[in-house]
Structure formats: structure tokens, C-alpha cells
């Protein structure tokens, strides 16, 4: 069993059981920022703070892949003026990216519709996915504009289009070819899945994907999530029993 030596990581976690893939569901902004009284928009911009933190410690403790969902199909019914700001957030971030994530060798993709996003939005996130998609370290999925049954919906069209070409014979379609399909594609499944500020739900979140992952729901809003929080879920998943059906 391999240990951590850095200091600030908890020594009991172990290096060789490691979740591959995480996904967070960043929750918690809008009440961090309400209890401080502070606009929604001081709690979005906080939790920005704190997901440049988690992927950088994600990354140095050698996880592969994290999917972060920062914004669903369905946060469109928000507010014009708060859609605007978080779009204008991630917007930065991707900006940013390259600098804040300077030697940090992350690999950015963007998962979720492009439809619906802004022209600008969508050549910042191909220049960005562009300049780091050669790096080595952790994948870091941003889902923007994302949903785990659109997605599904997207999938399941491009296999019918197969069928209809006679390309695909429906009996052919099996959990790999629709895997292939996802956003995801070529990725693990999410082995954890982390959800901050108490909601115990998936809010469309990887319907596919986190068929067994083990969740974890933390109290906490997502800006107050650190490092160590982190630590501490790996440690309870670590301390989870996964049997995927068998015994
Ligand atoms: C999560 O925080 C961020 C996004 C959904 C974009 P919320 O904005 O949902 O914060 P709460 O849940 O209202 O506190
Ligand atoms: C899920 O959070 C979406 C993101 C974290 C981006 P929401 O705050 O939108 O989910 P509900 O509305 O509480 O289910
Ligand atoms: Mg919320």
C-alpha cells in the first residue's frame, strides 16, 4: 500500500485505491452567499475560487478525471442577470485557464450542448480545450450547458440516424455503442460523486455515467469545500464497500 508523504494530505488515505473519476455536483453557491449577505453573484464568483483549488489538489493527488457541473439545461430559468454573470464567470475561467492552471497540467474539455451558448462562448472553449489538449495530468470536464437526458437524447439520435442509414442493425446497439455516444466517450464511469450544501439529488447530473458511483452528500456549500474536504470523501469512499452486483 502506497502512501501519501506530502503533509497536508491525510496519510490514511491509500494511493493505490483512488477514485478514477470524480464528478462534483458544485451546489450552494446562491445560500453561502445569501447567509453573508451578499448577492448570488459574490457566491458564484467564491465557488470559481474553490473549484480552481479542488482540481489543482484533484490533480496532484493523481485522480484522472473530474467532471464538474457548472451549469445545467435547466439553469436557463434563472434570472437573465445571473445566467449572464455565470456565463461571464466561466467565461473567465476558461480564459484564465492557462494561467491559473499554469503547470498544473490540466486537460480542459467542455461537455454539454453548444446549441445554446454564445458564439464567443463556444470559440473560447475550443481555443481552450486546443491549448491543453496535449497536457498529461487530470481531464477536467466542465459541464456547461449540460444534461444528463439530453445527452442520452443526443445519443440515442445519432445511433437511430445509424439504423436509418443502414449503417447500425438495431440489435447491434449495445452499452458500448451508446457509451460511445456520451460526452464522455472513452472515459471511466464516475466511481464518486460528491454533492455540496445538502441536497441529496442528481439535478440530471451523469445519468449514465454514475450508475455506480458511490455518493457522497456534504453539508457544506460548495465555496467553503476545501482540500481537505476532498481528502475526507476519498476517505469515505475508500472506506465503501463497491460490489457493482456481485458480493
Ligand atoms: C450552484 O450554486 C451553482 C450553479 C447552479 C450554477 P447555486 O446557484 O445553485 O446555489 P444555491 O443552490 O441556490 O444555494
Ligand atoms: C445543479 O444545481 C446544477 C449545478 C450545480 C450546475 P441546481 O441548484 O441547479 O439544482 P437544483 O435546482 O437544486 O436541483
Ligand atoms: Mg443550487
Redesign the pocket.
Known sequence: MMFFKRKNIDNSIDMSNLPEHIGV??????????KRGLP?SA??KA?AESLKKIVTEANNMGIKYITV????TE?WK?PKA?VDY?MNLLMDYLINAEKTLAGENVRIRAIGSRAELSDEMCRQIEKTEKLTADRSGIVMNIALNYGGREELVNATRSLCRAVADGKLAPEDITEEKIEGELYTANQPDVDLLIRT?G?QRLSNFMLWQVSYAEMIFVKK??PDFKPRDLHECIRIYQGRGRRFGGI
Do not use: C, Q, T
Open positions: 455536483i458544485m451546489d450552494g453557491n446562491g445560500r453561502w452567499a445569501k448570488r457566491g458564484h465557488g457541473y457548472a451549469f445545467s439553469n434563472r445571473e455565470l450544501s441536497e456549500a460548495w
